[in-house]
């Protein structure tokens, strides 16, 4: 009940999906938690709803919200223990049909919403005595979901960002450790109708149902926001003292599960 007790967190994107449960179970473990989105309507409904969650609206492009985000949690809490950067956004496109503005869309919120997060967040990590930030990646960071390439490209430079963060952090004796989550197919609003959109963007796409080899193997189980939670709240605590540069894969097997070529 009490993991990380007496923190404060800050959740990004988390007016739904994974971000939404990560402020639940910091919430539920002792922490007091920023949660910011684009969704204001969102946002407020949770905060409403949940003693210990207060929100900001947000958009994790804009580095001067970030810079106001920051030095408010700071004057109202006093403290900054846990960033999550979770806000996240995908599209479909393989190699032939990727959009530029949708690329662009993606590593500006995915990898330079993270970036900037970062980069705010440690100046008063270290005045808190240090802290931990959690960077949302995922297996496209290293799985070929080559109908996601732009997703994939981000994801991959958040894994990447995150280690050098780490290095930077306990080189200069920061007390600060910064972790990437891989996340697998979890059920959230971001998958809803993704499938539609394969059929109308990439031409031949294959899901797993329709292959020969897979027609009667399980069909793939989405978990659940809390899979991811529960890993948020252990590298938010001190239980994970001693990981840092770390990528943590919550995804079922799917990334070392044998792919369709047909
Ligand atoms: N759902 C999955 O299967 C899955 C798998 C791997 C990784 N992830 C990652 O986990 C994170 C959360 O995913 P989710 O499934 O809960 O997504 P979601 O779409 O359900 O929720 C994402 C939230 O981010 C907010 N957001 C989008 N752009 C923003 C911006 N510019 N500024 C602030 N907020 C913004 C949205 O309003 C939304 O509330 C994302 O980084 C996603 O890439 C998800």
Redesign the pocket.
Known sequence: MNRVDGKVAIV??????????DALLLVQEGARVVI????EA??NALAASTPGIEFFK?????EARWETLVKDTMERYGRLDILV??????HVGDPLTSDRDEWRHMF???VE?TMLGCKHAIPAMITSGGGSIIN?????AKSGLYFFTG?CAS?GA?ASYTKAVAVYCAQNRLNIRCNS????????????GIEQEFSSRISGMRLPAQSPVAADAPKMR??E?ND?AYAVVYLASDESKFMSGSELYIENTSTITAAVVA
């Open positions: 990004t994107g988390a007016a739904r999906g994974i971000g939404r449960a910011t989105d684009l969704d969102g946002g947000q958009d994790v492009r804009d950067n979770n806000a996240g956004v995908i500006e919120v995915n919403g949302m990646s995922s297996i496209a997703y994801k958040i989550i891989h996340p697998g197919g979890i059920d959230t609003p971001m998958n809803a989405y978990g926001p991811i």
